[in-house]
């Protein structure tokens, strides 16, 4: 039985993380300071991952999932306290890479700070950096936008719950601006293979190959939701966070190195009927934004 640990676990992609290690049959520990609900059938490790002091020097992992690290200090905090490991792999993010660069983003773009997302995304450039230089043969996973079920981010929520309450959705100017995805399962089958295959490669950007409209991915929404949606469009005048859960933002991820791994993916219609039904009996769990009461407040209806 292999020995796993789990940075965080309790909400989005670490619970799902260490609820899926569970379900394979891996004895699933989670680093966390035990403040929320944790998944069933997993080992507490009660620590702050900034100090976790002595907790994890006595432990040796088959693997570390480090899902929840931001910064440099937080990844050197866990390689230092750990007692030993033999794989590592680390969630990072496609803020790394500017949004001035040559897209689609390889692996290899230079990386360096976006505007949209400022010290998260120069945080995650300090943390791979840091990861390659203590732990060279670790692997470094750069997804777009994530979903599926446990999603706390009130992303295809917010779409779910406007479809739920029939309202007229606000679409940003005409809806063409494009979306890329990974579904939360395919991320945990794509680190199945890297830890099977080992491959000489140790970083990956890791997405779905086609981007979606906003437009169209608000209309599948709807569709898995049973709504016809009804748009309205919003002038690009008006701040588009204040209303969508997106930023203005368009970039897209070459995934070629992913696909040589692992070519098929969840397609998106289905992983959303997955999300819905998470969403239909967790609507509590997740962080809810302003959306609505904006839109109410200050769009109309033509």
């Known amino acids: 039985m292999k020995k796993v640990l789990v940075t965080g676990g309790t909400v989005f992609v670490s619970r799902y993380v260490a609820e899926y ?49 931001r910064t440099a200090g937080e990844v050197e905090a866990l390689l230092h306290a750990v007692g030993s490991y033999d794989d590592y792999i680390f969630i990072s993010s496609s803020a790394v890479y500017p949004e001035h660069g040559m897209q689609p983003f390889h692996e290899n773009t230079p990386l360096g700070e976006n505007k949209f997302w400022g010290s998260y995304g120069t945080d995650k450039i300090h943390a791979e950096q840091l990861l390659v230089a203590e732990s060279p043969d670790a692997y470094i996973l750069r997804p777009p936008y994530l979903y599926g079920p446990m999603n706390n981010v009130y992303q295809e929520a917010f779409v779910f719950e406007c479809a739920l309450e029939n309202r007229v959705f606000f679409l940003p100017q005409n809806g063409q601006m494009k979306l890329q995805f990974f579904y939360i399962d395919d991320l945990c089958r794509f680190m199945d293979i890297i830890l099977k295959k080992k491959p000489d490669c140790h970083i990956y950007n890791v997405g779905n190959r086609e981007s979606i409209s906003v437009r169209d991915w608000v209309t599948a929404c709807y569709e898995t939701a049973g709504t016809a949606v009804r748009f309205a469009a919003v002038d690009s005048s008006i701040e588009q966070r204040n209303y969508f859960s997106f930023y203005d933002y368009e970039y897209s991820l070459d995934i070629s190195r ?19 039904a998470w969403y239909q009996s967790n609507a509590g769990a997740v962080d809810k934004r302003e959306y609505i009461k904006y839109i109410d407040e200050n769009l109309a209806v033509s």
């Open 258 to 276: 992913r696909e040589l791994l692992m070519p098929e993916t969840r397609p998106l219609t289905e992983g959303l009927k997955e999300a819905f």
């Open 21 to 69: 290690y569970v379900k394979k049959g891996y004895q699933v520990y989670v680093l966390n300071r035990n403040r929320h609900i944790q998944p069933r059938g997993v080992t507490v490790i009660e620590a702050d991952r900034n100090s976790p002091g002595d907790r994890l020097r006595n432990y040796h992992f088959d693997v570390i999932f480090d899902i929840t690290a």
